[in-house]
């Protein structure tokens, strides 16, 4: 088992301080849409992003696990909340993938390893939601996107 441990204390207005570990301490608020400062991560904003880093850090482990040579990576994530009879939930979470490897054979063999399945099955984060976490995944080689 594996326990991670978090820490918050309430600053002011509709702010607090996060801290976990010797990590640099985050200020948190209440999103602008809910009458928070601008400029300050939310919680909201967090739990996308929590989403969209351990898809990230699922896909880099089967990159090493596979010997796949990755030239890059991003992504790009939006998380839908809506009113809902139980109150505020989020309803889904987009995330867009864009992958560039080092060329065609990688690609096909990235197809053939499901990367977009094991993502979806292996990400405990995105695992652990209520919510659906659907995926778009484009793998490119390095090649087409030099013509």
């Known amino acids: 088992m594996h326990n991670f441990q978090t820490k918050t204390e309430w ?3 509709r702010e ?3 801290s976990a570990r010797d990590n640099p301490d985050l200020t948190v608020a209440t ?5 928070g400062p601008e400029g300050t991560w939310s919680p909201e904003e967090l739990l996308v992003a929590s989403v969209e880093s351990c898809l990230l850090s699922t896909f880099l482990y089967f990159v090493h696990r596979f010997g796949l040579a990755l030239e890059s990576y991003s992504s790009t994530s939006t998380g839908a909340m809506e009113k809902t009879s ?3 939930r989020f309803t889904g979470i987009d995330v867009s993938i864009s992958v560039v ?3 065609r054979d ?3 063999k990235a197809a053939s390893l499901r990367l ?3 993502l979806e099955k292996f990400c405990p984060v995105s695992a652990s939601l209520n919510c659906p976490v659907r995926i ?3 793998v490119t080689p390095r090649d087409a996107m030099d013509g």
């Not at 999103?31 to 009458?35: L, S, T």
């Open 136 to 138: 778009v995944f484009d």
């Open 106 to 108: 990688v690609v096909q």
């Open 101 to 103: 490897v080092a060329d």
């Open 31 to 35: 999103p602008p849409e809910f009458g």
């Open 116 to 118: 977009k399945e094991k």
């Open 16 to 18: 607090c301080r996060v």
């Open 11 to 13: 600053r002011h207005a």
């Open 86 to 88: 139980q109150g505020l």
